[in-house]
């Protein structure tokens, strides 16, 4: 086998086994600092709950806080965002509309499909409206 032909076969499996792997909240949640998981901490019990306005601190913390110290934290705040904006569409407001298109618009195609997995992943999780 010609070594470009086989350079070209290695990639597309790796590029398939990386689309493949569902992005790991518990263990990035891990890799942070003390102070962002504190600030999570303090707003996931009522964001879990369907929460609005502790749903939105939570997506806040993930998608910039988080996102600074770890750049995989912005497919979490994006995905919190999106479900702001499904679970909330009566108290949503431009600014909420901004936030999603803000951060979700920051990744790229495998990134938002991560998010929108992990969209399914919270509204399944959440308890009903």
């Given at each position: 086998?010609?070594?470009?032909?086989?350079?070209?076969?290695a990639?597309?499996?790796?590029?398939?086994?990386?689309?493949?792997?569902?992005?790991?909240?518990?263990?990035?949640?891990?890799?942070?600092?003390s102070?962002?998981?504190?600030?999570?901490?303090?707003?996931?019990?009522?964001?879990?709950?369907?929460?609005?306005?502790?749903?939105?601190?939570?997506?806040?913390?993930?998608?910039?806080?988080?996102?600074?110290?770890?750049?995989?934290?912005?497919i979490?705040?994006?995905?919190?965002?999106?479900?702001?904006?499904?679970?909330?569409?009566?108290?949503?407001?431009?600014?909420?509309?901004?936030?999603?298109?803000?951060?979700?618009?920051?990744?790229?195609?495998?990134?938002?499909?991560q998010?929108?997995?992990?969209?399914?992943?919270?509204?399944?999780?959440?308890?009903?409206?």
């Open positions: 086998m010609k070594l470009h032909a086989f350079l070209g076969l990639l597309s499996v790796l590029t398939a086994v990386a689309h493949s792997q569902p992005l790991d909240v518990v263990k990035l949640e891990q890799q942070l600092s102070p962002v998981q504190g600030r999570l901490k303090s707003s996931e019990a009522a964001a879990r709950k369907g929460d609005y306005q502790a749903m939105r601190n939570f997506a806040y913390v993930w998608a910039s806080e988080a996102a600074r110290e770890q750049p995989p934290a912005a979490v705040g994006c995905a919190w965002y999106a479900v702001i904006l499904k679970r909330h569409a009566d108290k949503a407001h431009a600014g909420d509309v901004s936030n999603k298109d803000l951060y979700c618009g920051r990744l790229n195609a495998d990134q938002a499909r998010a929108g997995a992990l969209v399914v992943s919270i509204e399944s999780q959440l308890p009903s409206p």
